[in-house]
């Protein structure tokens, strides 16, 4: 089976812009979850999609967003880009609740 | 609220040493989960295990074993014999029962020198 891939790896935007990260979760899973990844926060949880639905979301601004496709492809935007907002965001795909989810390589935003 | 801490921010070991990473939790539910990960450079996280709340029968996998302890509130993690492969990030998170979201820790920076 293929893996969780997410487009684009790397992305530099600058402040004010806004971005959209994708991911394709592992075949057959219907949950994706976003986590953001900064050296000072850690691996901090924005929200997670089940069946096109926000099922759960994390402290992160209004700027945050996100999407599921019916094929459980996810999308996640950020709006008004903040220097704050450079990190790595990965994405998981899981098969069910709490079961163990299996991340993607990542998309590191840089914003100037 | 849930919470894990990883208190070992960085370890340092030659190769061949056992070493234990340290991770405990606080959790208001009585079913939970628990995961380790692990980040090399590379970046992406590969998941290792995962452990309910109700089994608290240790875990040996090859090189690695983990110790949950439910008494104390920890899920320790010990890797036998290092290799300079498992130089990476380690990560411990908890999951609620009914939720996909994860808590995780801080990490643990583990160096294998050769």
């Known amino acids: 089976k293929a893996g969780v891939t997410q487009t684009p790896r790397y992305l530099i935007k600058t402040r004010g812009q806004q971005v959209t990260l994708s991911c394709s979760p592992i075949?057959?899973?219907?949950?994706v979850s976003w986590y953001q990844q900064t050296p000072g926060q850690g691996l901090q949880f924005l929200f997670e999609?089940?069946?096109?639905?926000?099922?759960n979301k994390g402290n992160f601004p209004g700027r945050f967003s996100g999407r599921q496709f019916s094929n459980s492809r996810s999308e996640m935007n950020v709006s008004t880009l903040e220097l704050g907002d450079s990190a790595l965001y990965l994405c998981?795909?899981?098969?069910?609740?709490?079961?163990?989810?299996?991340f993607g390589p990542g998309t590191r935003l840089t914003v100037l | 609220a849930q919470k894990v801490t990883q208190a070992q921010t960085e370890i340092s070991v030659v190769e061949k040493e056992d070493v234990t990473l340290d991770c405990v939790y606080e959790?208001?539910?009585?079913?939970?989960?628990l995961f380790w990960y692990k980040q090399p450079p590379s970046g992406e996280l590969v998941f290792l295990i995962r452990r309910n709340s109700f089994d608290e029968q240790n875990e040996i996998s090859g090189r690695y074993s983990w110790n949950f302890q439910k008494s104390t509130s920890s899920f320790n993690f010990t890797i036998t014999a290092s290799q300079v492969v498992d130089s990476a990030v380690y990560f411990c998170?908890?999951?609620?029962?009914?939720?996909?979201?994860?808590?995780f820790g801080t990490g643990t920076s583990l160096t294998v020198i050769p």
């Open positions: 999609y089940f069946s096109e639905t926000q099922r």
């Open positions: 959790t208001r539910d009585t079913t939970y989960y």
């Open positions: 075949s057959g899973h219907r949950s």
């Open positions: 998981a795909s899981s098969a069910g609740l709490a079961n163990e989810q299996f």
């Open positions: 998170a908890l999951s609620e029962a009914l939720k996909n979201q994860f808590y």
